[in-house]
T-cell receptor
């Protein structure tokens, strides 16, 4: 059975801290790995990773994929209260099939 | 502002009720999707429509009945639901079915509570 597992499920840190969110996967078909940020309701796209070892970066957020060990991490440096959200990891199996993890609920306290 | 809208945003219904969720996309996309997000569970794909034809049905119980009258509108008809069906139901759309999955645009969701 295809599965995507995220850890931790919940994380509370102080503003300014650096956090690392983890995503591991076991799937039959892999095209890419996606990270989303879900504030309130609608998930919004952050990164798409297809190749191992190549870091994607956007401001204070960065992500990398390890296709040998079947995991990805999402780093957020100098966290701000606006980073508080649920972060979703998903594997794209092609043909619009996404297998999602449970999400990590990140809370940034001022 | 998202180009995908969903109504209602919140819905409380009894187990014997019949209700419908509506999704509308203003992006000119040809593919639309229903997802279910239960508490502490991964987002689950329920149905996929491409050009108004259903192309995916992930073993969803028949008490959920989708309808796609045109490429801009998607409905999810609900009847005789169970309390465990309480969840956030998200609609999404993409340009075409074979476009990269990260180009799915999500709506704000309908929070459904079954009593």
């Amino acid at each position: 059975e295809d599965k995507v597992v995220q850890s931790p499920l919940s994380l509370v840190v102080h503003e300014g801290d650096t956090v690392t969110l983890n995503c591991s996967y076991e799937v039959t078909n892999f095209r890419s790995l996606l990270w989303y940020k879900q504030e309130k309701k609608a998930p919004t796209f952050l990164f798409m990773l297809t190749s191992s070892g190549i870091e994607k970066k956007s401001g204070r957020l960065s992500s990398i994929l390890d296709k040998k060990e079947l995991f990805s991490i999402l780093n957020i440096t100098a966290t701000q209260t606006g980073d508080s959200a649920v972060y979703l990891c998903a594997v794209d199996q092609g043909a619009q099939k996404l297998v999602f993890g449970q999400g990590t609920r990140l809370t940034i306290n001022p | 502002e998202t180009g995908v809208t969903q109504t209602p945003r919140h819905l409380v219904m009894g187990m014997t009720n019949k209700k419908s969720l509506k999704c509308e996309q203003h992006l000119g996309h040809n593919a639309m999707y229903w997802y279910k997000q239960s508490a502490k569970k991964p987002l689950e794909l329920m149905f996929v429509y491409s050009l108004e034809e259903r192309v995916e049905n992930n073993s969803v119980p028949s008490r959920f009945s989708p309808e796609c009258p045109n490429s801009s509108h998607l409905f999810l008809h609900l009847h005789t639901l169970q309390p465990e069906d309480s969840a956030l139901y998200l609609c999404a759309s993409s340009q075409e079915l074979w476009f990269p999955s990260y180009e799915q645009y999500f709506g704000p969701g309908t929070r459904l509570t079954v009593t």
